[in-house]
């Protein structure tokens, strides 16, 4: 359905954006993951026709759209990071307005306005001023007003930081139900990786401003197939042993946790004795070590060094 080849935006000679290649097909959940500043707004800005690449193009069902914004902005319906709403109307009057902008009218408007409420759950406060409104609800109401002209894809740029667990909640809901019960595409990006784990089927992770690897869950999992994430409680933080852990050659990565090390290691026998014998020699106890299966968290740790939300 809509597919982005080779895209690129530079700024003032620095590239934020860097060679993606992504597709979304008619129905389907995709997640675009990676910790702030990755580029996922730029990018996301460019495939709805709010941002001209430097390079690279964007194409519906096989057609070009970079030179014909319109074809592809009926069809998508775009919440972005910041809130867009006029603080001194109530959320229908703003929904009343956004319905203008795409040309809606008469009782077709009145109509999807009850029915994009309906569907965040503020119909009971459509009435009342927006700037009443807590963070989320807003984010709801944004949500809205993307929905109005019934597009075939939404992309959402980070819907839920900073809003009310039961925003969040709402928020997560109303994706869920849209792909899911309506069959409508959507494009999700998030530092949430449950989030994302939770709605997309697929998932591009990028990092500095290129994808590091993309696939279903499954996919993304066996990249770590081999491995264990072992949790290790510590009676006390020491750098040293960090250090030794990571020049151990079974281990993948290490890094440090709130109250020990978290390490991503190679599966093999004997493990625990030499983690315990490095803890030993730096005087360090050993409080409690987890060993479990790798998350998708742990697969983005392996390829980028860093955690989502560093
Ligand atoms: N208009 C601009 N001019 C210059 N640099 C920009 C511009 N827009 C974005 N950038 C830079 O591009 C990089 C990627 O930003 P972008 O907002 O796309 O990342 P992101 O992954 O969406 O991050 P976040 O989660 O923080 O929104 C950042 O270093 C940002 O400072």
Same mark, same amino acid.
């Given at each position: 359905?809509?597919?982005?080849?080779?895209?690129?935006?530079?700024?003032?000679?620095?590239?934020?954006?860097?060679? %993606?290649?992504?597709? %979304?097909? #008619? /129905?389907?959940?995709?997640? $675009?993951?990676?910790?702030?500043?990755?580029?996922?707004?730029?990018?996301?800005? =460019?495939?709805?026709?709010?941002?001209?690449?430097?390079?690279?193009?964007? &194409?519906?069902?096989?057609?070009?759209?970079?030179?014909?914004?319109?074809?592809?902005?009926? %069809?998508?319906?775009?919440?972005?990071?910041?809130?867009?709403? *006029?603080?001194?109307?109530?959320? *229908?009057?703003?929904?009343?307005?956004?319905?203008?902008? *795409? @040309?809606?009218?008469?009782?077709?408007?009145?109509?999807?306005?009850?029915?994009?409420?309906?569907?965040? /759950?503020?119909?009971?406060? #459509?009435?009342?001023?927006?700037?009443?409104?807590?963070?989320? =609800?807003? &984010?709801?109401?944004?949500?809205?007003?993307?929905?109005?002209?019934?597009?075939?894809?939404?992309?959402?740029?980070?819907?839920?930081?900073?809003? +009310?667990?039961?925003?969040?909640?709402? %928020?997560? +809901?109303?994706?869920?139900? $849209?792909?899911?019960?309506?069959?409508?595409?959507?494009? *999700?990006?998030?530092?949430?990786?449950?989030?994302?784990? #939770?709605?997309?089927? &697929?998932?591009?992770?990028?990092?500095?401003?290129? $994808?590091?690897?993309?696939?279903?869950?499954?996919?993304?999992?066996?990249?770590?197939?081999?491995?264990?994430?072992?949790?290790?409680?510590?009676?006390?933080?020491?750098?040293?042993?960090?250090?030794?852990?990571?020049?151990?050659?079974?281990?993948?990565?290490?890094?440090?946790?709130?109250? /020990?090390?978290?390490?991503?290691?190679? @599966?093999?026998? /004997?493990? $625990?004795?030499?983690?315990?014998?490095?803890?030993?020699?730096?005087?360090? #106890?050993?409080?409690?070590?987890?060993?479990?299966?790798?998350?998708?968290?742990?697969?983005?740790?392996?390829?980028?060094?860093?955690?989502?939300?560093?």
């Amino acid at each position: 359905m809509l597919e982005a080849m080779e895209l690129r935006k530079t700024f003032k000679g620095k590239t934020v954006v860097d060679n %993606i290649n992504l597709y %979304i097909e #008619q /129905g389907e959940a995709v997640g $675009l993951l990676g910790p702030n500043g990755a580029g996922k707004s730029t990018t996301i800005s =460019m495939i709805s026709s709010l941002l001209y690449p430097s390079s690279g193009d964007v &194409r519906l069902d096989g057609r070009s759209v970079l030179k014909t914004p319109g074809d592809i902005r009926r %069809i998508i319906g775009v919440v972005p990071q910041e809130i867009a709403l *006029y603080e001194k109307l109530s959320a *229908y009057e703003n929904l009343r307005f956004f319905g203008s902008i *795409y @040309k809606l009218k008469g009782k077709h408007l009145t109509d999807r306005i009850a029915n994009t409420l309906e569907l965040v /759950g503020l119909t009971e406060r #459509q009435h009342e001023l927006i700037r009443t409104y807590s963070g989320g =609800m807003k &984010r709801r109401i944004n949500i809205a007003a993307a929905l109005l002209h019934e597009p075939k894809l939404v992309i959402m740029d980070e819907p839920t930081v900073g809003i +009310d667990p039961q925003s969040r909640n709402h %928020i997560l +809901d109303t994706v869920r139900k $849209l792909n899911r019960e309506k069959g409508m595409s959507v494009l *999700y990006t998030s530092h949430y990786m449950e989030e994302v784990e #939770q709605l997309c089927s &697929r998932v591009y992770i990028m990092d500095h401003g290129r $994808l590091i690897a993309s696939g279903t869950k499954e996919e993304l999992l066996r990249i770590l197939s081999g491995e264990e994430t072992m949790i290790v409680q510590l009676s006390k933080p020491s750098p040293e042993l960090l250090m030794e852990l990571r020049g151990l050659p079974f281990v993948r990565s290490a890094e440090e946790t709130e109250d /020990g090390v978290k390490l991503i290691v190679t @599966k093999q026998s /004997g493990i $625990l004795t030499e983690v315990v014998q490095a803890a030993e020699r730096h005087h360090v #106890q050993i409080v409690q070590i987890q060993v479990h299966t790798p998350s998708l968290e742990d697969v983005f740790l392996h390829l980028t060094g860093r955690k989502l939300r560093d």
